[in-house]
């Protein structure tokens, strides 16, 4: 019997470059690229799948226009060009025209291109590093090269394409048309934060829309998955109605931001058959469409929803008339803020119309920026008694609740609730909104949360720890090592070098690996309203019932230089406890 040498089977090589490039992955923290290119360079045979690894995924198309002669293209910067901070990119102008000889290297990684507009750097089941983008590939570049290519021997091979506001410049919007091949199955147009373009540069916007799903029809085979998140506008949904009909049999994925369906475009999208994941807007309380599906039930192969309604009562109808759901993953977005009571009654629904053993992620959200009436104000206040129905959810992999009420939970809340997800492995309590007030938990209750979930790696809670007493653990705790960024969202802390030193330890105790923190800082209503808009209120000047009426709501916020100072703290502490260094000194 022979044996081929391991370096000689390809799926072995294949598979050693696809854990070079993914083994370290962890939520939050950049992949780093440096032992795949390593790989590379060790072996001839790791070259090629190395490569393929390496070039899988491009943010952008600069890299690759980086791989024509470099006297036919300039490197600079351009006053015309800048990111969302206002700073300059660094963008490719060409110098001479491109001539057949010039795009030997360029095919050469262009083929090997999988996805456009996913960054190579973020980790699974992440799209981009906050930060990256800082390079462009302007319309300046790409004419000249569409005179002498035809657009899909540009990037023959990509399969997913997200083109996003950072494309959506004018000039280049169009542009996208250079993705649509026959090995193309995804699109995602990422224009959430765009201002809307009614006249249009080329053509307005839904029928930008209409036309580049019909280009996708005739063009791309293999497609069924499309994702439209852009602001709501009149045709948007119609913009994609003869795409849904011309691709009844194959479409996988619907996701459109919009709040102009009709009943029989409704009717439509719930009998689409293979039909996995879709985002739906309910404009009343009444679901006859429900009732004309052709065959029962409606979404019958859904396992990824997202609804989006004025009030969370829409919601539970919704579910009343669906009687029955099988979904994996279910986010919900309000417009109006939810009572407790409310809360409770559509818990309730959803643990008696979902299968409990199916579900794996699950987000509440609303998008109320209304101040908190002083006339009921205990009706807003979030406690454990409003979730308790969540805990019957035991295969939770993922809870995210973002709500504008107050949190008021307590130290029961671990044990009642979150002992029931022991697979869980986010947790996200109010990173948009904070907890409206002072956190009632403290280090003991956060040490309980990684007893009862030890496979947390992504984690938002707020917890007081404003008195050096409240920064206190209990010894015997299981130390969590997975988790490497943590979100103290609106915590309160100790600011004196004492409460450092205690808030630092106690981190480094529960989590080894910590390497970064992030953190509400004083002023941060302020800088979330210049981000968002000002068609939304200021937060700051709402009357509302909780701390928030003055300044006051931030006497307890500690600053970015205090949490730097922290982040190395807890890196000592880790360091001292791994060379078994006495921690209490």
Known sequence: MSFRPVVLNAEIISSIASYAYWGANCPDIPLDLRTVLALALTCRAFLEPALDQLWRRQLTLFNLVKALPSECLEICQDDRYKDSDGNKLTIIKPTRVLIPNDWMRFDYYAERIK???????????????????????????????????????????VKRVRWTTNELRAMIRPHVYIFLNPPLTSLVLDFHDAPLDPGGYWCPDARLIKYTLKAITEQCPSFRDVEILWKPHDGLAESVWDFMKANHGTLRTLVLNAQDWTDEMLTYLASLPKLRKTRVYLSSTTFSWLRKVPEWPPFRSLVDLTLEAPSMDYCIDFFTALRDAK??????????????????????????????????????????????????????????????????????????????????????????????????????????????????????????????????????????????????????VKPNTRLKTIDLSDSYVAQDPAGAVALSKNLAALFPELEHIRAKTPGWKKKRKGQDGDEKEDLDGADTQTASDTDEEYEGLAGEDFWREVEKQVATFALLKDIDFPMDM
Not at 122 to 139: D, L, M, N, W, Y
């Open 115 to 157: 996805e456009i507009g996913y960054d190579p750097r973020a980790p699974f089941g992440s799209i981009e590093v906050p930060g990256s983008r800082k390079v462009a590939v302007t319309s300046d570049f790409v004419d000249p090269m569409l005179i002498v290519r035809m657009p899909s021997e540009l990037v023959p091979n």
């Open 327 to 476: 979904l994996e993953a279910f986010t919900v977005v309000c417009a109006d803020r939810p009572t407790a009571l409310l809360l409770k009654r559509f818990t309730a629904t959803l643990w008696s119309r979902i299968e409990l053993d199916g579900l794996r992620t699950l987000c509440i959200t609303d998008t109320d920026r209304s101040p908190i009436s002083r006339d009921a104000p205990g009706e807003h206040i979030v406690g454990t008694d409003a979730l308790f129905f969540l805990k019957h959810f035991s295969a939770l992999r993922a809870f995210t609740l973002d709500l504008s009420c107050v949190y008021e939970l307590s130290s029961t809340f671990a044990e009642t609730i979150l002992a029931s997800f022991p697979l869980l492995e986010k947790l996200s309590l109010g990173p948009g909104y904070g907890w409206g007030q002072r956190s009632g938990l403290g280090f003991a209750d956060l040490a309980k949360v990684v007893e009862v979930c030890p496979l947390l790696e992504q984690l938002c809670i707020s917890i007081d720890v404003s008195q050096h007493e409240q920064a206190a653990i209990p010894s015997g």
